[in-house]
């Protein structure tokens, strides 16, 4: 599963499931474009220790909601690397608030899809030009988007479905171009996310109905990562694989 020299950019990569993604990628030899959006101390202290396994990686602050910054960070990779991107992992998406829908305006709605579903649209844009056969782009979806989520969670799991469906519709557009477009659909993984958003009670139920009987941790969904970014995975595209400990089969 090397990944040696291959540009990837990894947006949302400072923390939790994108720290372990670009940690992963470093470890494996690529070249780490760590995106972040407002926490430049957690940004660095990642780089750090991407550059501790020997390779290279830059950090680049972007709102990859913003079509200009989308461009900007794919201008910053290429500065850094050099003119081909090999690789994409959109990370960046977020549930924001927990709204049944009597209590949802149209402005939260377009939020949630905006950060979860046009970001991905815009970087996929923004970096298919820069890639040649052999490419890879690994989109983050959930659970969520194959069972509607948790209560209050419906905004996020429709932003997450059209995740699941962009990545089919990429599959089939680019992959007579020789590139290759997966998705991950990440359970209950442990991470600030369901720190957040999810009570102890409730996470607790979640394991026990687990057939592995843990939570998931961000590795486990940074090891699918690297390999669907690697050549050990060149006949696969149009995935949306489940990671989530046999909770749910799709």
């Known amino acids: 599963m ?17 720290r372990s993604v670009s940690l992963k990628l470093a470890e ?5 474009v760590i995106n972040y959006h407002s926490n430049a101390e957690t940004a660095q202290a990642t780089l750090e220790a991407a550059k501790a396994f020997g390779g290279e990686a830059i950090i680049v602050r972007a709102d990859v909601t913003d079509p200009a910054q989308c461009e900007a960070l794919v201008t910053a990779a290429t500065d850094a690397f050099g003119p081909k991107i090999d690789g994409l992992v959109n990370v960046t998406g977020g549930m924001v608030a927990r709204k049944t829908v009597d209590l949802m305006d ?6 949630v899809m905006r950060l ?27 659970q969520a988007g194959r069972d509607g989520g948790g209560p209050g969670a419906s905004a996020y799991a429709a932003s997450k479905a059209a995740v699941m469906a962009f990545t089919r519709g990429m599959a089939k557009e680019l992959g007579p171009k020789g590139i290759r477009v997966n998705a991950l659909c990440p359970g209950l993984i442990g991470t600030s996310f369901h720190d957040t958003f999810s009570n102890l009670e409730g996470r607790a139920k979640v394991v026990a109905g687990t ?10 969904v940074g090891d699918v990562v690297a390999y669907l970014s690697s050549d050990a995975s060149s006949f696969l ?13 799709s």
């Open 2 to 18: 090397s990944l040696k020299d291959k540009v990837i950019i990894v947006t949302g990569g400072a923390r939790d499931i994108g």
């Open 211 to 220: 057939p592995l009987r843990r939570e998931g941790h961000p590795d486990d």
């Open 237 to 249: 595209t149009g995935l949306n694989l489940d990671v989530n400990g046999g909770l749910l089969f």
């Open 28 to 32: 494996a030899g690529a070249k780490v």
């Open 106 to 111: 149209i402005e939260f709605f377009e939020h």
């Open 116 to 142: 979860n579903a046009t970001s991905t649209f815009l970087m996929t844009k923004a970096v298919v030009p820069h890639m040649q056969a052999g490419a890879t782009i690994v989109n983050l979806s959930s």
